[in-house]
């Protein structure tokens, strides 16, 4: 609980973001299961919610749907969660909180390099700490 509270902190400290403001959220994730069920929990909370299964169609849901926040999947098919994180920061800037879902560590090779993400939640997602870090 202890990473999960430093998390949020980090989060909650992070200059010029006013996360409490974001309503819209796009969830990437392959795994339909996990993408639906996240997604329905988001709406069930009054989050205006997208949700796409690749990198490629989050990038096209994404010019339509202009979300203030991206929850993406590291191993997605066709560009992987990094490359389409690169890619949302080019279309939306820094105003788009973008968090990484992975089944990698910090310290795993993956996620080390520079992030053009805000944050990431190792899976399984602690729901609780996500939704205290949107509302």
């Given at each position: 609980?202890?990473?999960?509270?430093?998390?949020?902190?980090?989060?909650?400290?992070?200059?010029?973001?006013?996360?409490?403001?974001?309503?819209?959220?796009?969830?990437?994730?392959?795994?339909?299961?996990?993408?639906?069920?996240?997604?329905?929990?988001?709406?069930?909370?009054?989050?205006?919610?997208?949700t796409s299964?690749?990198g490629l169609?989050?990038?096209?849901?994404?010019?339509?749907?202009?979300?203030?926040?991206?929850?993406?999947?590291?191993?997605?098919?066709?560009?992987?969660?990094?490359?389409?994180?690169?890619?949302?920061?080019?279309?939306?800037?820094?105003?788009?909180?973008?968090?990484?879902?992975?089944?990698?560590?910090?310290?795993?090779?993956?996620?080390?390099?520079?992030?053009?993400?805000?944050?990431?939640?190792?899976?399984?997602?602690?729901?609780?700490?996500?939704?205290?870090?949107?509302?």
């Amino acid at each position: 609980m202890n990473g999960d509270k430093a998390q949020l902190d980090s989060l909650s400290n992070r200059a010029g973001t006013s996360i409490g403001l974001k309503r819209r959220i796009l969830v990437v994730d392959d795994n339909k299961d996990i993408a639906l069920s996240t997604s329905w929990l988001l709406k069930l909370q009054g989050f205006e919610v997208e949700t796409s299964y690749d990198g490629l169609d989050a990038l096209q849901v994404a010019a339509r749907f202009r979300p203030d926040v991206a929850l993406l999947d590291v191993g997605l098919p066709g560009i992987d969660g990094h490359e389409l994180s690169d890619r949302l920061r080019e279309q939306f800037g820094d105003e788009l909180l973008v968090i990484l879902v992975t089944a990698y560590s910090c310290n795993d090779q993956p996620i080390a390099r520079k992030p053009a993400f805000d944050h990431y939640f190792v899976k399984p997602l602690d729901f609780s700490v996500l939704l205290q870090l949107l509302s």
